[in-house]
C-alpha cells in the first residue's frame, strides 16, 4: 500500500497568514492527490482534487501543487473558518490511503 | 442536492456482525461508484472499500479483506457494508462517500459528499 504522510501534525496561524501543509507519498502518485478538510463533528468535504484543481464553490484562498511524491496545500489570507483538519488522499492505485492529517488552529 | 444517510451502526460484542446502510439521493445511483471510510476516536480517516456504480468490481483495505463485505442494491439506491468477525479496532465512525467516477480503475477521481457517519462500537 501507498503510505502518505503529512506535516506538519498541526499548526497554530493568525487570521491573514499563509499557512501551507505538505503531503508526502511512499511511491509516485502521479497527480492523483486530494485534498480534504473535516470539521469536528462533521464529514469529510473536498477542497482540492488531482493535485490542484480547486472543488467548485471553494474559496480561492485555497490552492494545491504538486506531482509525483511531493505534494503542498496553500490557504493564503487564512480566515477563522479554515480552522479544521486537513487530509491528503492518494487515489493512484487501492487503497487510496489517506494522510495522517494536519490540524490546523487559528 | 445529494443526500447520503449511513445506518446500522451501534453496539456489537467482539467476533460479531454488523450490515450498515447508505441511503442515496439527489444523483443517478447506478452511475457512480461508492466508497466506505472510517475514523477511529480522534484518530484520521482509514479507506476501507470501494465499489463500481455497477457492482461488479470491489476492492478492500487489507485491514478489513476478508472480513467486510461492500454491495450495493441498485435499485434501491443503497449501498452496504456487511462487516463480520468484528474486533474493537474496528471501533470507529464509518462514512459512505458517493465517488466523481463510475468504475474504480482510474485514478482521475475524489469523494464527494460524504454522508453524515455512523458509529459502530465493538465491545463486550
Redesign the interface.
Known sequence: ?IQMTQSPSSLSASVGDTVTITCRASQT??M?L?W?R?KPG?????LI??ASNL?SGVPSRFSGSGSGTDFTLTITSLQPEDFG?Y?C?Q???????????TTVEI | EIHLVESGGGLVQPGGSLRLSCAASGFTFSNYAL?W?RQAPGK?????S?ISGSGETT????SVKGRFTISKDNSKNTLYLQMNNLRADDTAVY?C?KD?RTT?TE???????????TLVTVSS
Open positions: 500500500d502518485v502521479y492523483y486530494n480534504y473535516q462533521k464529514a469529510p468535504t473536498v482534487y488531482v472543488k483538519t487530509f488522499q487515489t493512484y492505485t487501492p487503497p487510496w490511503t489517506f494522510g495522517q492529517g | 466508497v471510510v484520521g480517516l482509514e479507506w476501507l470501494g476492492f478492500y483495505a487489507d462514512y462517500a466523481s474504480v485514478a482521475w477521481r475524489w469523494s464527494d459528499p460524504w454522508g453524515q457517519g
